[in-house]
């Protein structure tokens, strides 16, 4: 069992940046990939970014040279930094901790980014 805790959103005007942090506690930290995913209102869930243990990142094309993904694996947190953020951003943003050989995913509860003037 992994417990996911987010924190960091917010509101911001377009082109600001916000970091997001994602704490993990309850399991071996370095076993799962952790991911960012978010939604907006009407939409599906997407992917924004993923990372391993090891630092291998995966970004969507929308966020590819704006958003950057990172992990600490000694403090057991994930961290999501946004710059140049557009309204279209505007989501809620999801932790999530996929293991990399087990059946297993958890999830954030969430936290809401808003961008807008």
């Known amino acids: 069992q992994v417990q996911l805790v987010e924190s960091g959103g917010g509101l911001v005007q377009p082109g600001g940046s916000l970091r997001l942090s994602c704490a993990a506690s309850g399991s071996i930290f370095s076993a799962y990939v952790m991911g960012w995913y978010r939604q907006a209102p009407g939409k599906q869930r997407e992917l924004v970014a993923t990372?391993?243990?090891?630092?291998?990142?995966n970004v969507a094309d929308s966020v590819k040279g704006r958003f950057t993904i990172s992990r600490d694996n000694a403090k057991n947190t994930v961290y999501l930094q946004m710059n140049s953020l557009r309204p279209e951003d505007t989501a809620v943003y999801y932790c999530n901790a996929r293991h990399v050989t087990l059946p297993h995913a958890y999830w954030g509860q969430g936290t809401q980014v808003t961008v807008s003037s």
């Open positions: 990372i391993t243990s090891g630092g291998n990142t």
